[in-house]
């Protein structure tokens, strides 16, 4: 694809680049504990750490998740416990559960807290499915797109293992969905379909609706994974008409170690993957993380309230580093050409410059992620990538960027400076440049 290019049309232009001082402490007033702990998270001109660009992976912990967990840490108390302590903990989790399903457009009722959407999206996939294969006996395929996560497509393989039909959905050159060749695989055969809203790798948002639909249409149940997309773009579970979703705490400000699942009122409740006391209507057994849950809740408050100015801050974000690397006469181009992608994500391909030795070389002062992951000791291919159609040596020169809410422009163009050496002195060192 690149070959194809000219040199010139690697360098994008940012029109419309205007000077911005955009003053964190405007937005979002702190005091001195919490400034500390997004001063660590900005990274870089602030702190000695990295500048973190690597938002894909995780995102920092927003001031007001953090404050809701230290004051539940402070008060013990079981959910299950009869007395005054438990029912504390129940009504935080309670708190935490209407927060989240706010934010998704769902009831309370609908939302199964889990450990992570590694969870939640094998809950959607093994339990739905399981739970649904009796209930409909002609229907035993499985139907999911080349560029989900993998706690979809392993959920997904082990099914396979089980008996059933596992189909894969194509997409197009810059990473969307392919919603003709999509409907094309559908039939009155397939019993759960599963399309991602938002792709990790590349911040592409997916025509979910419009899949919701095809699916429907056939008679199949629907599942998307929206550990991408939940407090970055507005989803509405009932305009969008699914049965599961999936939800991540850490990838929308949160902490670690908590996610959901969403089943629709109407869809069938996936049977447990473990087994236990019987809480969350024994779909998800085992004692609520309450600290945890109330953190979620309060990183979801916070990212529906401030949705609209995360995505502008977002978009001036990526703005600002891609006029910087092109001011420094870097070679790239967007790998995700004209499709719409989650504010705050760049996936671009350096041309030239290799993309692991660039990280490896910027790591000190930025952190970034590349198209290629390390398994049993050999660097892999993204399986992303490669169903967008990138080649083997294309893939390798891919970085993604994902730049947070708590950033600011100096930042980004810092981490841009730090970039732009990084590949300089990569592509000497794989000799794409002599001097
Ligand atoms: N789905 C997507 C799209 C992701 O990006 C991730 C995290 O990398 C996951 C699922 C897994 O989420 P968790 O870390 O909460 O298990």
Redo the contacts with the bound molecule.
Sequence with gaps: MVSNLHHSSYILLIGCFTSYTYLHESRFPLDDTQSDALAHARGGLVSDLPIYLDG???LPLAPEARDAMLEVWSRPGNAGSPNASGERAARYIADGRADVAALIGAAPAEIFFT???????NLAVLGAVRRAAPLFPGRRRIVVSAI??K??LEPARILENEGFTLTFAPVDDVGRLDLDAFEALLGEDVLLASI?M???ETGVIQPVAEAAALVHRVGGLFHS?A??AAGKVEIDVLDLDLDYL?L????CYGP?GV?ALYVAAHAPKPLPLIHGGGQQDAVRPGTEPVALIAGFGAAAKAAQQSLERDRRHGETLVAALLEALSSRQLRFRRVTGDAQVVAGSVTIQLVGVDADRLCATAARYVSLSTGSACTSGQIKRSHVLEAIGLSESDSAQVVRIFCHRYQEIDDIKAAAERIATAAARSRLATGEVRQ
Excluded: L, W
């Design positions: 894909f992976a995780t450990g992570g959407a590694t969870e939640a999206n989900e996560h706690a979809v991602m938002v792709n990790n994974d550990a991408q999936s991540s705490a850490h990838k670690m996610g």
